[in-house]
């Protein structure tokens, strides 16, 4: 499978793009966060080999920052690709990588050596972000369907929560990790966070792409300096069908994002990147393709789209949220809304 990728990788003629050219987040810590990184969760359909030449490619042609997580289940293989860097060309200090605590790890003891294993497999000393990636401590099994419930399922208790983020303060005071962050939080849970933290988080993960702008919440973290991460910033379109529903929509075929793309002579895709950048969130586009690696890492550094194609864009967002989490459910007869505090409190247990 890993000659595969390869295969495919150095079949593609080389074009480089000066990682110095790429716009930076600046955090609340100071630390430089390149504003476009390479997503790495392959879902059904790639293997964790095909995955790390995707980012052996993406560290060639320019890009610096890769969001791995622990449940992707490739974060060995991405580990032999980054040591192999370290080994040559690139220092760590000029990476970004982030990785992630997985919901069955919330347990307090578990979130240390979950953060240690997560270091092992991608063979670092220290992670540049680590995140909380769901605030619901309830584990499912990979590629189960949406219906799927676990007994244990629980809902989002605050207090639970900061004992797992008190391991968390403690992995930045250990030095395991330079940032701590969230991930798919909403307005109430991260006021409650950024009330009892000692370290606050210094980026939210969250669903971002023009057809979901999330613009409270999207404001909401930047106004209380938390950087925006957003991802599946294209909309996901390769989506297992399990994650799909009638009501989606799709934003590689809206009118708007299509009309644009002509205009610059691009795939609709590299549109949705510009404006995610411009605006002033972190796109973690997902690809194995080589030429669509490096289209996404041009759309940052190539022309901007205009201040009227902005407002365009700000006015398509169809509150389509593809990413529902209904696995997160914990109890009988819930909505997958229930988990997104909608009407502006937590749910209640
Ligand atoms: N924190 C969380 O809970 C969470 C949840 C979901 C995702 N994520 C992160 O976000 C990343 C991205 O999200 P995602 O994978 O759901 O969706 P995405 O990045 O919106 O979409 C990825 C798809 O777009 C295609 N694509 C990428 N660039 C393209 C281009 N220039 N032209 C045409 N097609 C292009 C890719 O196909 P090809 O491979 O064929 O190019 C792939 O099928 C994930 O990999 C993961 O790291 C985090």
């Known amino acids: 499978m890993r000659e595969r990728a390869e295969e495919h990788v150095s079949t593609f003629h080389q074009q480089t793009i000066d990682p110095s050219l790429v716009p930076k987040r600046i955090l609340y810590s100071g630390a430089e966060m390149p504003a476009i990184g390479l997503g790495t969760f392959g879902s059904d359909h790639v293997s964790a080999e095909e995955v790390a030449a995707a980012v052996e490619y993406a560290a060639r042609i320019g890009y610096r920052h890769f969001d791995c997580a622990a449940v992707y289940a490739n974060e060995p293989q991405i580990g032999m690709t980054l040591s192999r860097m370290l080994e040559?060309?690139?220092?760590?200090?000029?990476?970004?990588?982030?990785?992630k605590l997985w919901n069955d790890k919330h347990v307090e003891e578990q979130v240390i050596p979950a953060c240690r294993q997560s270091l092992a497999d991608l063979q670092l000393d220290y992670l540049d972000m680590y995140l909380v990636h769901w605030p619901f401590p309830n584990y499912h099994p990979p590629h189960?369907?949406?219906?799927?419930?676990?007994?244990?399922?629980?809902?989002?208790?605050?207090?639970?929560?900061?004992?797992?983020?008190?391991?968390?303060?403690?992995?930045?005071?250990?030095?395991?990790?330079?940032?701590?962050?969230?991930?798919?939080?909403?307005?109430?849970k991260l006021k409650r966070l950024l009330r009892d933290a000692r370290i606050p988080p210094a980026v939210n993960e969250m669903e971002l792409h023009p057809h979901f702008q999330q613009p409270e919440l999207f404001e909401f973290v930047r106004a209380n300096g938390i950087e925006p991460i957003g991802y599946s910033p294209i909309g996901s379109p390769a989506r297992p069908e399990r994650d799909r529903t009638t009501e989606?929509?799709?934003?590689l075929e809206d009118p708007v994002i299509i009309r644009i793309a002509q205009r610059l002579g691009v795939h609709p895709a590299v549109v949705c990147i510009k404006w995610a950048v411009q605006r002033g969130q972190t796109p973690i586009p997902f690809s194995i393709k080589p030429t669509n690696i490096l289209a996404n890492l041009q759309a940052v550094v190539s022309e901007p789209l205009t201040d009227d194609e902005m407002r365009e864009i700000a006015r398509i967002d169809r509150n389509c949220r593809l990413i529902k989490g209904q696995v997160f459910l914990w109890k009988e007869g819930q909505s997958w809304e229930d988990l997104w505090d909608l009407n502006g409190e937590i749910t209640p247990a």
Request: with cysteine; glycine share 4%; hydrophobic share 30%.
């Open 144 to 188: 189960c369907e949406v219906t799927s419930r676990s007994p244990h399922a629980k809902p989002y208790i605050h207090e639970d929560f900061m004992k797992t983020w008190r391991q968390m303060e403690k992995l930045v005071d250990l030095g395991l990790t330079r940032h701590i962050g969230t991930s798919n939080m909403t307005i109430p």
């Open 248 to 251: 989606d929509t799709t934003d």
């Open 88 to 99: 040559s060309e690139i220092h760590r200090d000029q990476l970004w990588i982030t990785s």
